[in-house]
């Protein structure tokens, strides 16, 4: 009899997508900033901003307003910046060449 204290090496296969339901009613938010971002819990958190102006003083002031939070788990978030770069890659707007001829982020 031969034991072995290694388990028996399993065929690992991907679980398949859900089916995509598009909703058009689900909320849109407008984003010109990102406020910060943060790790917490295994999960990457951003704080969304844009830029507005208070018209409920005589003279409107620019300000920045948080306008939602976002919390991705890290295989979500890493998913998002691979597809993001892709995407736009393909589009001629590479962050990469961006940043790499002196281009700053917000």
């Known amino acids: ?24 009613f689900a909320p849109e938010i407008f984003v010109s900033g990102i406020a910060g971002f943060a790790l917490l ?10 830029a507005r102006y ?22 979500s978030a890493q998913a998002l910046v691979t597809t993001l770069n892709a995407f736009l890659e393909q589009h001629g707007l590479s962050p990469s060449k961006a940043a790499a001829a002196g281009g700053t982020f917000q």
């Open 41 to 50: 819990a295994d999960a990457l958190h951003l704080t969304l901003d844009t």
């Open 54 to 75: 208070d018209h409920s003083q005589p003279s409107p002031v620019l300000e920045r307003v948080v306008v939602g939070r976002l919390v991705l788990p890290i295989g």
């Open 1 to 24: 009899m031969f034991i072995s204290t290694k388990p028996f090496p399993r065929e690992q296969h991907p679980a398949p997508q859900p089916v995509l339901i598009d909703n058009l």
